[in-house]
């Protein structure tokens, strides 16, 4: 069993920063891949950006060059940086485990494991 704990959510004014951690037990760690997920207030939760067990990343246009994916072996922890906040990234953030297919990366259905969320809310 795989288990992942998201922290780091918080409330912040637009233009600020706040980073991300799911930290995952319970498995290999470097063999899986790794996506990060945001649920806005009454939409469907959408993949934002993903790390390959390669290290290879992907990212949604809406966050590219101002969040960063990036992992930490050594502590098993996935990063989620995001940097220059906008009030519509407000929502819950889900770190998602699994292994995947490359078009299933930024996909619900790409993922067997998921953490509890956390909250940012951008005001």
């Known amino acids: 069993q795989v288990q992942l704990v998201e922290s780091g959510g918080g409330s912040v004014q637009a233009g600020e920063s706040l980073r991300l951690s799911c930290t995952a037990s319970?498995?290999?760690?470097?063999?899986?891949?790794f996506a990060w997920f945001h649920q806005a207030p009454g939409k469907e939760r959408e993949g934002i950006t993903a790390i390959e067990s390669t290290g290879s990343t992907s990212y949604v246009d809406s966050v590219k060059g101002r969040f960063t994916i990036s992992t930490d072996n050594a502590k098993n922890t996935v990063y989620l940086q995001m940097n220059t906040l906008k009030p519509e990234d407000t929502g819950m953030y889900y770190c998602?485990?699994?292994?995947?297919?490359?078009?299933?990366?930024?996909?619900?259905?790409?993922?067997?494991?998921w953490g509890q969320g956390t909250q940012v809310t951008v005001s």
């Open positions: 319970g498995y290999a760690y470097a063999a899986y891949d």
């Open positions: 998602a485990a699994g292994r995947t297919s490359w078009w299933l990366l930024l996909n619900v259905a790409g993922y067997k494991y």
